[in-house]
């Protein structure tokens, strides 16, 4: 019994729209019609002709004669167009060249554009022209388009079946990848085993409909036929699941990137995130949704969790890491944003704003001086010298106060800020304090009865760190009491799931107190900020396994890409995992271009970039290394 593989399919390519992402004569009348008074007009009229004549809504002759009449175009129009669409090939297509090169004799670009720009444009990917069928300008003495050849069946209305059937291609199946209902007629016609409806650039439903299969990209179409492909995974597989509402520019560089996106615009609880979980390979939350043990158990495919916000105390941090899944968050993009509402709520407790503000609500003019100072030559109080504390420092400096600060690490002091060596000291010395400590658990009550007791009498308290650093009810005490001056809290030890739900706290109707829904974050630079910071990582770590600035993984940051292939490899950290994974390599003589490995006290991460095509062999002998926890072939 023979077991040659079977021969590979013959593949026929549209090229409007699938081969590359523009529709020729569209782009050409935008050339040709450059300051063309009516240019606007014309080229919508165009693309409407195309649009008809691709989703079957106008015969296909017709929307052609109309459109080729419509174009006032020339020779030279030709030239910037070829150059134009070199740059417009799909992207998909364009990161598979490879596979093109390799099996050009497989391949026919049967398209009723135009031979002129479509022969130049393939040619780069190794087609010949004579696996070009396509339609062919007529022109005038003076170089003016006028016309086509109409005896070329493909300017007429079934003329890509006409021209399957004279190719007459046989010995292996044929495929047909194509947008257009052109397309879809070859297979109806009985001339090709398998329609693909291509959408990378345009989905129509009339098409998609009729497909046997849709791909979304060509290494979706390589990879649903085990055909050699640049990418070991198709982008369009990988879903990304985001939740709490980052800002659209998330959405946007994910879409780019060709991944699948769901969205969830409040939290989901941890039922509910087990529930939606399976399938994700990346999961983008802010701070409300608890990633837990019970959710990581859930997550079958998860690559890695975006934090689009500072705190990553809602995230099992080791529990990820354990399962090989990279977190990131953004460490400073709202750093400022914080700073400034700190600000604001200093000044706003220190002149008595709240209420103030309250009673004219209420028609009382309340016009005095009593409780209201002003904060130059005050003492600042920062607990928590990090990125937000330390910068805080710099901004309250420049307003005049003065600043002390404690954290438990050894911080850098900037300007004429004074580090105390204890809480109590900063409690007692501060006429206002301010919470900038980051949300581990041991920080849960920081500030309880005692510490609010330890501050000054009238003295102003800042919470926008986390929501658990103080003891609520007691800081609800110290208010009514009258021991301290005011407080401002922006994080709650439990917080609303959503707008809709009613927000209780036993700080709520108190006086000079500034309750708000955790917008220390909150602004439209933050936001924006956050969410390209977070995407631009997730997608560095799974293109090219980059972990610098993961905030569970240890961090490689790597150096330039060289031409390899690159295996990411995870494993338990245990004796002896990296000398396995070079026997392996050795064994199927590999050979070893670069070779990056840390390590934590859980785990190690190593990336190897080898020079051969790798085989399945490896790969499962990889995968089967003892201790191996996530193993992934870049490219
Ligand atoms: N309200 C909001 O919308 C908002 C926005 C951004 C960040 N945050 C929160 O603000 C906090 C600070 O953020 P960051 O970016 O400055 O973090 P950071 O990690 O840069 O700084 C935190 C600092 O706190 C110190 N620290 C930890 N525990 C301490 C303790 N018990 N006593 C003294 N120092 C202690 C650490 O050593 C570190 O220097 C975090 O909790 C973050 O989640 C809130
Ligand atoms: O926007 C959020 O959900 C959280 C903001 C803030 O607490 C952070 O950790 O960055």
Request: charge should be negative.
């Amino acid at each position: 019994m023979s077991t040659a593989a079977p021969p590979l399919p013959y593949l026929v390519i549209d090229f409007d729209s699938t081969f590359t992402q523009v529709e020729g004569l569209d782009e050409l009348a935008d050339i040709a019609l450059r300051g063309h008074p009516d240019r606007a007009r014309i080229v919508a009229e165009i693309k409407a002709l195309t649009d008809g004549g691709m989703d079957g809504s106008v015969s296909f002759s017709e929307s052609l004669r109309r459109r080729v009449a419509l174009l006032p175009a020339r020779r030279e129009h030709l030239t910037e167009l070829v150059a134009h669409l070199h740059t417009k090939v799909s992207e998909s297509i364009r990161r598979n060249a490879s596979f093109f090169r390799q099996h050009a004799d497989r391949v026919y670009i049967v398209s009723s554009g135009f031979r002129e720009f479509i022969e130049p444009v393939v040619a780069e990917f190794g087609i010949p022209a004579r696996q070009v069928l396509a339609n062919t300008f007529r022109f005038d003495d003076a170089g003016n388009i006028i016309g086509f050849d109409e005896t070329n069946p493909l300017s007429r209305d079934g003329g890509k079946i006409e021209q399957l059937r004279e190719l007459g291609l046989e010995g292996a199946e044929v495929f047909v990848l194509g947008d257009g209902y052109t397309d879809y007629q070859i297979r109806e016609a009985g001339l090709a085993d398998r329609f693909y409806a291509f959408t990378e650039n345009v989905t129509r439903e009339a098409v998609v409909d009729r497909a046997d299969e849709v791909a979304p990209t060509f290494d979706e179409f390589l990879y649903q036929n085990k055909l050699p492909m640049t990418l070991s995974y198709p982008k369009n597989r990988i879903r990304v699941l985001l939740l709490e509402n980052p800002d659209a520019r998330a959405a946007e560089l994910f879409k780019a990137e060709g991944y699948q996106l769901e969205t969830v615009p409040g939290g989901l609880d941890e039922d509910e995130l087990v529930q939606r979980i399976e399938g994700v390979s990346i999961l983008g939350i802010r701070s409300k949704t608890q990633v837990t043990a019970r959710v990581l158990e859930a997550a079958n495919r998860l690559i890695a969790v975006g934090a689009f916000c500072i705190g990553t105390n809602q995230i099992d941090l080791v529990g990820c890491m354990k399962k090989g899944v990279a977190v990131f968050n953004a460490p400073f993009s709202n750093t400022r944003s914080v700073v400034e509402l700190a600000l604001a709520e200093i000044i706003s407790l220190a002149r008595r704003l709240p209420e103030k503000s309250e009673k004219m609500h209420r028609g009382e003019w309340d016009k005095s001086a009593r409780g209201a100072f002003e904060i130059r030559g005050k003492k600042l109080g920062i607990v928590g010298y990090g990125n937000i504390g330390s910068q805080l420092s710099v901004v309250a400096e420049a307003v005049g106060m003065q600043v002390l600060y404690f954290d438990i690490a050894e911080k850098l002091q900037l300007g004429n800020a004074r580090k105390v060596r204890t809480l109590d000291e900063l409690l007692q010395e501060a006429d206002i304090v301010t919470l900038h400590v980051d949300g581990r658990p041991d920080n849960q009550n920081l500030i309880g009865a005692r510490e609010l007791a330890l501050m000054k009498p009238g003295a102003l308290l800042l919470n926008n760190s986390r929501g658990h650093i103080v003891d609520v009810p007691a800081l609800a005490e110290a208010l009514r009491s009258g021991h301290l001056g005011g407080a401002a809290v922006d994080v709650f030890p439990y917080e609303p799931k959503s707008n809709d739900e009613v927000f209780e706290t036993e700080l709520r109707g108190l006086p000079n107190v500034l309750l708000t829904p955790h917008i220390g974050g909150s602004t439209a630079e933050a936001q924006r900020n956050i969410a390209e910071f977070v995407p631009e990582r997730i997608i560095g770590y799974i293109n090219a396994g980059n972990t610098q600035q993961s905030v569970n993984l240890p961090n490689i940051q790597l150096p330039a890409q060289q031409q390899a292939h690159r295996l990411i490899h995870i494993h338990q950290n245990v004796p002896g995992v990296l000398a396995r994974i070079n026997n392996v390599l050795a064994a199927h003589q590999v050979n070893i271009l670069g070779q990056y490995l840390k390590t934590n006290e859980h785990i190690g991460y190593v990336i190897t970039d080898v020079n051969r095509e790798y085989d399945q062999d490896v790969i499962q002998a990889l995968r089967e290394v003892e201790h191996t926890i996530k193993f992934r072939v870049l490219y």
